[in-house]
């Protein structure tokens, strides 16, 4: 079964740029693979963020982006905010199936 | 206004079969593009896909759980009800369901419902 991987933990400063990545034990995430970025607070169902790799919800934040970098999906972070602190989780499409990552998790200090 | 609602039981013992229902509203499931799906959590872990129904039926399966899972939708109810049997302490979660509506997927989730499998 296809695995998708994200970093674990990362740490950002207030004010800062954090990317987040997201890839495949199938190989180069593709935009065919249809990458979806998911924040979670502690408590709270997901929220979703980024669609089809890079496009916007309406409710979502001008400071988050999505794109295909090195062979994976990222997201990134730009002009942190406190409240960005959180789980986040990437979902890659493949055909039949829904695959979600580890999740990262992310602290604004 | 798109809302999604989870209901079902809280405790299961071993072996028994779970039933969830979705209960949504602000959209149809017999409108072309439409699906809702079923995401799980355990406790302090990632999520997990589980199944998802499209407006025409298909039907999709996480392929470790496929033998265990069973999805259905009332459209006239605008419900869609998750079977999963032989549940295992394992699979004591947060069970969520979402929307999704052609590449917009799970753009609109439900609370979640806790269910703990224990005897």
């Known amino acids: 079964q296809t695995v998708v991987t994200q970093e674990p933990s990362l740490t950002v400063s207030p004010g800062g740029t954090v990317t987040l990545t997201c890839a495949s034990s199938?190989?180069?995430?593709?935009?065919?693979?249809?990458p979806n970025w998911f924040q979670q607070k502690p408590g709270q169902a997901p929220r979703a963020l980024i669609y089809g790799t890079s496009n916007k919800h309406s409710w979502t934040p001008a400071r988050f982006s999505g794109s295909l970098l090195g062979g994976k999906a990222a997201l990134t972070l730009s002009g942190v905010q406190p409240e960005d602190e959180a789980d986040y989780y990437c979902?890659?499409?493949?055909?039949?199936?829904?695959?979600f990552g580890g999740g990262t998790k992310l602290t604004v200090l | 206004q798109i809302t999604l609602k989870e209901s079902g039981p809280t405790l299961v013992k071993p072996t028994q079969t779970l039933t969830l229902t979705c209960t949504f509203s602000g959209f149809s499931l017999s409108t072309g593009g439409e699906g809702v799906g079923w995401i799980r959590q355990p406790p302090g872990k990632a999520l997990e896909w589980l199944a998802l129904?499209?407006?025409?039926?298909?039907?999709q399966f996480s392929p470790s759980l496929k033998n265990r899972l069973a999805i259905t939708k009332d459209t006239s109810k605008n419900q869609v009800v998750l079977t999963m049997t032989n549940m295992d302490p394992v699979d004591t979660a947060t069970y969520y369901c979402?929307?999704?509506?052609?590449?917009?997927?799970?753009?609109?989730w439900g609370q979640g419902t806790l269910v703990t499998v224990s005897s």
């Open positions: 129904i499209y407006w025409d039926d298909d039907k």
């Open positions: 979402a929307r999704r509506r052609n590449s917009q997927v799970f753009a609109y």
């Open positions: 979902l890659l499409f493949y055909g039949g199936a829904h695959v």
């Open positions: 199938a190989g180069a995430v593709t935009s065919g693979y249809y």
